[in-house]
């Protein structure tokens, strides 16, 4: 890695300035009532990009009442379904106008590749928002012909105030498959960007407010889970929360969610997907996708390919290809091009990864390639290759979320079957095969929320995801996703004539 490492000790200077670094509570940006403030780090060099508001308990009060007013007494939810619409399009068409701006600023707090940003991300957002402002008026209850002499029919009413936490891995994008459905169904929003990333949401939210958006509709609140997300989840006013994140701390949401006042919850939380890769593989194309499964956005991904299981027969060849492959991956300043990985997103999971790997040799497996740190400064991790990796290994339990691929040797399908499922997730699943058998055997008995068939992360706006077990409730995307902002509302009339 000695290009790229020499490279990492000059970072590029982002080509953006912070423009906005405050809370954003009723159309205002605004300090924190209590004043204090957090740094947010570059991750290329751990250095402070800025300061923002550390939102707590009396912010989310004070947002929370906020969005409360604004739903109900409007005009959002009573709006018609096309004006709703109209602002959602032109609020796409700002992003996409704003598109660099928007994907530096992402790649600034994020470490995120910025080729990555600009080319897919800020696109798949500007593409979530069309998609959902295509529903909007496109959302509406049924006629039911009931047991008599009844009119019965259905409203599909917005819940109210919704309560959404994201992540930091795709800051842009979690911000989409949450915001979008919230506003297409007419609701209002409190969110909670992750500490670590609070800065694009700002960004986009102003844009937001240009289209149209009315004040109070969303409000954007950054600040530590414990304090300001727990607070979120708390309360009383708030109708329903969205979240993504850990597992652990997706079933405090829910304890929380449900110890206040039983609001409904959704949860998108983590995952030890498996990947496999069958004996007909055609061995170069498997090592290549599995290879972008694992590794893709520096490995922080929930979805990620991250117990890569190969078949007896390929092994051998796979393994090779693989590292190989490994090796060549350009690490580097995420905002050079032609970079592969930029940095993990802070010291914290540059440390777990880091002792992850120590477990992963302790426990017996074979370090292929990497295994360190690059460079000496922020926060890059050497792509990493482990293989003879056994089921009961930790680093095959545990979500890692960095660039470590796991390697495991398997021989007959029923027994890869077995293997893929015994875990306490089901969030997704790779298949690399051109048998239409096994890809179909192997798709009906893996328990997941997606399988991906020769292909992965593959995230079009209209195909629903989430997690089955312990990797989720719920599924976000596609027309799936409106039930969880809706309310049914179930209208019977007494016919007079029931003749007619
Ligand atoms: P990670 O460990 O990858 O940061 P988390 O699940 O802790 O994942 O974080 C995801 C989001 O959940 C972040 O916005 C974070 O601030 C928030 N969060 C963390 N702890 C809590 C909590 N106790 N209550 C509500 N939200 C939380």
Request: proline share 5%; hydrophobic share 40%; aromatic share 10%.
């Given at each position: 890695?000695?290009?790229?490492?020499?490279?990492?000790?000059?970072?590029?200077?982002?080509?953006?300035?912070?423009?906005?670094?405050?809370?954003?509570?009723?159309?205002?940006?605004?300090?924190?009532?209590?004043?204090?403030?957090?740094?947010?780090?570059?991750?290329?060099?751990?250095?402070?990009?800025?300061?923002?508001?550390?939102?707590?308990?009396?912010?989310?009060?004070?947002?929370?009442?906020?969005?409360?007013?604004?739903?109900?007494?409007?005009?959002?939810?009573?709006?018609?379904?096309?004006?709703?619409?109209?602002i959602?399009?032109?609020?796409?068409?700002?992003?996409?106008?704003?598109?660099?701006?928007?994907?530096?600023?992402?790649?600034?707090?994020?470490?995120?590749?910025?080729?990555?940003?600009?080319?897919?991300?800020?696109?798949?957002f500007?593409?979530?928002?069309?998609?959902?402002?295509?529903?909007?008026?496109?959302?509406?209850?049924?006629?039911?012909?009931?047991?008599?002499?009844?009119?019965v029919?259905?409203?599909?009413?917005?819940?109210?105030?919704?309560?959404?936490?994201?992540?930091?891995?795709?800051?842009?994008?979690?911000?989409?498959?949450?915001?979008?459905?919230?506003?297409?169904?007419?609701?209002?929003?409190?969110?909670?960007?992750?500490?670590?990333?609070?800065?694009?949401?700002?960004?986009?939210s102003?844009?937001?407010?240009?289209?149209?958006?009315?004040?109070?509709?969303?409000?954007i609140?950054?600040?530590?889970?414990?304090?300001?997300?727990?607070?979120?989840?708390?309360?009383?006013?708030?109708?329903?929360?969205?979240?993504?994140?850990?597992?652990?701390?997706?079933?405090?949401?829910?304890?929380?969610?449900?110890?206040?006042?039983?609001?409904?919850?959704?949860?998108e939380?983590?995952?030890?997907?498996p990947?496999?890769?069958?004996?007909?593989?055609?061995?170069?194309?498997?090592?290549?996708?599995?290879?972008?499964?694992?590794?893709?956005?520096?490995?922080?991904?929930?979805?990620?390919?991250?117990?890569?299981?190969?078949?007896?027969?390929?092994?051998?060849?796979?393994?090779?290809?693989?590292?190989?492959?490994?090796?060549?991956?350009?690490?580097?300043?995420?905002?050079?091009?032609?970079?592969?990985?930029?940095?993990?997103?802070?010291?914290?999971?540059?440390?777990?990864?880091?002792?992850?790997?120590?477990?992963?040799?302790?426990?017996?497996?074979?370090?292929?390639?990497?295994?360190?740190?690059l460079?000496?400064?922020?926060?890059?991790?050497?792509?990493?290759?482990?293989?003879?990796?056994?089921?009961?290994?930790?680093?095959?339990?545990?979500?890692?979320?960095?660039?470590?691929?796991?390697?495991?040797?398997?021989?007959e399908?029923?027994?890869?079957?077995?293997?893929?499922?015994?875990?306490?997730?089901?969030?997704?699943?790779?298949?690399?095969?051109?048998?239409?058998?096994?890809?179909?055997?192997?798709?009906?008995?893996?328990?997941?929320?997606?399988?991906?068939?020769?292909?992965?992360?593959?995230?079009?706006?209209?195909?629903?995801?989430?997690?089955?077990?312990?990797?989720?409730?719920g599924?976000?995307?596609?027309?799936?996703?409106?039930?969880?902002?809706?309310?049914?509302?179930?209208?019977?009339?007494?016919?007079?004539?029931?003749a007619?």
């Open positions: 890695y000695t290009t790229a490492a020499a490279a990492l000790e000059e970072p590029i200077k982002p080509p953006v300035n912070v423009k906005y670094d405050k809370l954003l509570i009723n159309g205002q940006f605004v300090d924190a009532a209590s004043g204090k403030t957090f740094p947010t780090l570059d991750p290329r060099t751990g250095e402070v990009i800025t300061h923002v508001p550390e939102g707590d308990a009396e912010d989310i009060n004070r947002a929370v009442s906020a969005a409360r007013k604004a739903f109900d007494e409007g005009p959002w939810p009573k709006m018609t379904a096309y004006e709703r619409q109209r959602l399009l032109r609020f796409a068409d700002l992003v996409e106008k704003h598109n660099d701006e928007i994907a530096a600023l992402e790649t600034w707090d994020s470490g995120k590749l910025f080729e990555q940003c600009a080319k897919i991300e800020v696109p798949m500007v593409r979530l928002f069309r998609y959902y402002a295509g529903w909007t008026d496109k959302i509406h209850g049924m006629t039911i012909p009931g047991d008599g002499p009844h009119h029919q259905t409203l599909h009413e917005p819940i109210g105030v919704c309560g959404q936490i994201i992540p930091w891995n795709f800051p842009l994008v979690m911000f989409a498959w949450k915001v979008g459905p919230a506003l297409a169904c007419g609701n209002t929003i409190v969110l909670k960007t992750a500490e670590q990333t609070p800065l694009s949401a700002l960004l986009v102003k844009l937001l407010h240009e289209a149209g958006l009315p004040d109070g509709v969303l409000n609140v950054s600040g530590f889970g414990p304090t300001a997300g727990a607070a979120l989840c708390s309360h009383m006013d708030v109708d329903k929360i969205a979240f993504t994140g850990s597992t652990e701390t997706g079933k405090i949401v829910l304890e929380l969610s449900a110890k206040s006042n039983l609001k409904p919850v959704t949860l939380l983590g995952g030890k997907s990947f496999i890769v069958c004996e007909d593989a055609d061995v170069d194309k498997a090592v290549e996708l599995a290879h972008f499964a694992l590794f893709f956005n520096q490995g922080q991904c929930c979805c990620a390919g991250s117990r890569t299981y190969v078949h007896e027969k390929v092994y051998d060849e796979f393994l090779e290809k693989a590292k190989a492959r490994a090796l060549q991956r350009a690490v580097g300043d995420p905002f050079k091009s032609g970079m592969e990985q930029g940095p993990q997103i802070d010291s914290e999971q540059f440390e777990k990864i880091l002792k992850y790997i120590r477990s992963g040799t302790e426990s017996g497996a074979t370090l292929e390639t990497g295994g360190d740190r460079g000496t400064k922020g926060y890059y991790v050497q792509p990493t290759v482990f293989s003879n990796v056994k089921d009961d290994m930790l680093i095959a339990k545990d979500e890692i979320f960095g660039p470590v691929q796991t390697i495991l040797k398997f021989n399908l029923n027994d890869v079957i077995k293997r893929a499922n015994n875990t306490r997730y089901g969030l997704a699943a790779g298949v690399f095969t051109s048998n239409l058998d096994t890809a179909n055997t192997l798709t009906r008995a893996l328990r997941a929320g997606t399988v991906w068939i020769n292909c992965f992360d593959t995230f079009d706006a209209t195909i629903p995801f989430g997690g089955y077990k312990m990797s989720g409730i599924r976000e995307k596609g027309e799936y996703s409106l039930k969880n902002y809706l309310q049914v509302k179930a209208v019977v009339t007494a016919l007079k004539n029931p007619w």
